[in-house]
């Protein structure tokens, strides 16, 4: 069974810093690629961060390019996903979620597995 559970979400003031764990199971880890993404209220779903576990090659958009560094455990079978310089419009709930590797993307439909999410907020 695939699983693939969060950790890590917690309240923190702006320019704060949290580091976030995606643990996996059930599938091949480095055939892999980890995609995580965050909700916030009232708004989409968006991609922040890709990691393909074959290669190591990682993706972040612009809105969150250097805040953001995603890294992979291979001993561990965990992605992590560090925060840094957060801001209150951060606040969201952050999943992460899987899919075979090859295609480089933070389209939803793209990823065939995904974790419960945890919670982060940050205060002004």
């Known amino acids: 069974e695939v699983q693939l559970v969060e950790s890590g979400g917690g309240l923190v003031q702006a320019g704060g810093s949290l580091r976030l764990s995606c643990a996996a199971s059930?599938?091949?880890?480095?055939?892999?690629?980890i995609g995580w993404f965050r909700q916030a209220p009232g708004k989409e779903r968006e991609g922040v961060s890709y990691?393909?576990?074959?290669?190591?090659?990682?993706y972040y958009p612009d809105s969150v390019k250097g805040r953001l560094t995603i890294s992979s455990d291979y001993a561990k079978n965990t992605v992590y996903l560090q925060l840094n310089s957060l801001k209150p419009e951060d606040t969201a709930v952050y999943y992460c979620?899987?899919?075979?590797?090859?295609?480089?993307?933070?389209?939803?439909?793209?990823?065939?597995?995904w974790g419960q999410g945890t919670q982060v907020t940050v205060s002004s």
């Open positions: 059930g599938f091949t880890f480095d055939n892999y690629a």
């Open positions: 990691i393909s576990n074959s290669d190591g090659t990682t």
């Open positions: 979620a899987a899919r075979p590797w090859g295609l480089r993307t933070l389209a939803e439909g793209e990823y065939d597995y």
